[in-house]
Nanobody, 125 residues
Framework: QVTLVESGGGLVQAGGSLRLSCAAS????????MGWFRQAPGKEREFVAA????????LYSDSVGGRFTISRDNARNTVYLQMNSLKPEDTAVYYC??????????????????WGQGTQVTVSA
């Protein structure tokens, strides 16, 4: 069993920054990729960013590319999401997820095996 715990959410003004963290624990932790997803009220969950655990290659959605940066610390089993130039439309609950196998695309939430509980990010205008 793998447990993911997000932290770092909060309230910030437009143009500000936040850094989310996601710590993974569990005796059997392994990862093909880690991803960040978000869900705003009344909207479907959407892909934000992903990082291949071994290579560090990253992928971003068009809506956050150039503003957000995903990174990982393999030794700490932790993934980060640095969010800059935040906009009100970035307001959502942000979830990290662990994809154990290579089957499926890393921007497909249905292909992830473990999910955190989520952390709220609110960006005021």
């Amino acid at each position: 069993q793998v447990t993911l715990v997000e932290s770092g959410g909060g309230l910030v003004q437009a143009g500000g920054s936040l850094r989310l963290s996601c710590a993974a624990s569990g005796r059997t932790f392994s990862s093909y990729a880690m991803g960040w997803f978000r869900q705003a009220p009344g909207k479907e969950r959407e892909f934000v960013a992903a990082i291949w655990w071994s290579s560090g290659i990253t992928l971003y959605s068009d809506s956050v590319g150039g503003r957000f940066t995903i990174s990982r610390d393999n030794a700490r089993n932790t993934v980060y999401l640095q969010m800059n130039s935040l906009k009100p439309e970035d307001t959502a609950v942000y979830y990290c997820a662990n994809k154990v196998t290579l089957a499926g695309r890393v921007n497909d939430g249905g292909r992830y095996d473990y999910w955190g509980q989520g952390t709220q990010v609110t960006v005021s205008a």
